[in-house]
């Protein structure tokens, strides 16, 4: 299906940017600095590649994709998504030009609004952001976390026999409650500020507007009792690389657990390009780590992160909840 595809229009061709393809600074760069002589990584930087999470099946074996066939994508893109279709959030670009979609519809029961008001994504020669394991997809389940997974009670979501939420605990993001890491978000309100300053780093995260204050000073983690969405983060130089690790999560990320310890890896490759790796350690979830790697750009127009309100929260949250009840009753009749 894809190869077919890709041969059709194999005379397309588009010169991607090198350090998008290899992670390479260009030749002669050197990244900037700080006052205090630390790498410079301030900025505000967009994270908009269309790139999956985990490689696809049609592509398996390989891990880059030819300019050619980047620059079919590219264009298969433009003219499927040309702001009359439901908007498409997270892998749903990539997947859909992939599998030769002539439409795309929501998955969401309600619909949802068109990709008029979405960023443009943007295509590299990867087809994974996941590095390791090198077959660029998350580890199988452990049993444990298997276990976790079946015995976890489905929500529903217009599958019929599914549990309705049970009260505004299971509604997860309709309640606007903060961000998260890692930072995932790509293409919908996927901006990241980065401010540096003496013996910190903070990150201002667009998606529900939420600030993390990272130490650079080697203090000690806090007690495990406290947990949060952004847990307990600690940061340090190695080289020109900021390395984050934090502990404290609550669980949830990917079916992931308390014991979940996430490291990440900042690194300027460029004046407009930010590398940024992640990797997910959590024996009690997978069977071994696995890694990703994420390119971002110098956020286009004003380079300002704007107040992500979450204004729908205001009536979601009870409105689900009464439908919920309403739907009890009459299924109760």
Not at 126 to 133: C, E, G, K, Q, Y
């Given at each position: 299906m894809i190869n077919r595809v890709f041969t059709a229009l194999a005379a397309a061709v588009v010169m991607m940017v090198p350090v998008v393809a290899a992670g390479q600074a260009p030749a002669g760069w050197t990244a900037p600095r700080t006052p205090d002589g630390q790498p410079d990584l301030q900025g505000v930087w967009a994270s908009d590649s269309a790139t999956p999470l985990e490689r696809p099946a049609p592509l398996a074996g390989r891990e880059y994709l030819t300019d050619e066939e980047v620059a079919l994508l590219r264009q298969k893109a433009a003219e499927l998504f040309n702001g009359d279709t439901d908007?498409?959030?997270?892998?749903?670009?990539?997947?859909?030009?992939?599998?030769?979609?002539?439409?795309?519809?929501?998955?969401?029961?309600?619909?949802?609004?068109n990709q008029f008001w979405l960023i443009d994504r943007w295509f590299e020669n990867?087809?994974?952001?996941?590095?390791?394991?090198p077959d660029g997809r998350i580890p199988p389940l452990t049993p444990e976390a298997q276990a976790r997974r079946e015995a976890a009670p489905p929500l529903r979501n217009g599958a019929r026999?599914?549990?309705?939420?049970?009260?505004?605990e299971d509604l997860?993001?309709?309640r606007c409650m903060g961000g998260g890491v890692p930072m995932t978000g790509r293409g919908y309100n996927s901006n990241y500020q980065i401010v540096q300053a003496d013996g910190h780093v903070a990150i201002l995260m667009e998606m529900m507007h939420d600030t993390r204050i990272i130490p650079l000073d080697g203090r000690p983690h806090l007690s495990s009792d406290i947990r949060g969405n952004l847990g307990d983060s600690r940061g340090h130089w190695e080289g020109d690389t900021l390395i984050v690790e934090t502990t404290n999560l609550k669980a949830g990320r990917r079916g992931s657990s308390s014991h979940l310890r996430l490291t990440e890896r900042f690194t300027r490759v460029a004046d407009d390009i930010l590398q940024y790796e992640y990797t997910m350690d959590d024996a009690t979830t997978w069977e071994k780590p696995w890694t990703a790697r994420v390119f971002m750009r110098s956020a286009p127009g004003t380079g300002t992160v704007y107040e992500f309100a979450c204004h729908e929260g205001n009536y979601s949250v009870s409105n689900t909840l009464r439908g919920a009840r309403a739907l009890e009753l009459a299924e109760s009749r």
């Open positions: 908007a498409a959030f997270g892998d749903s670009v990539y997947r859909a030009v992939l599998n030769e979609a002539k439409d795309f519809e929501s998955t969401d029961t309600t619909g949802n609004y990867r087809t994974s952001l996941i590095v390791d394991p026999g599914a549990e309705l939420p049970r009260g505004h997860g993001g309709m």
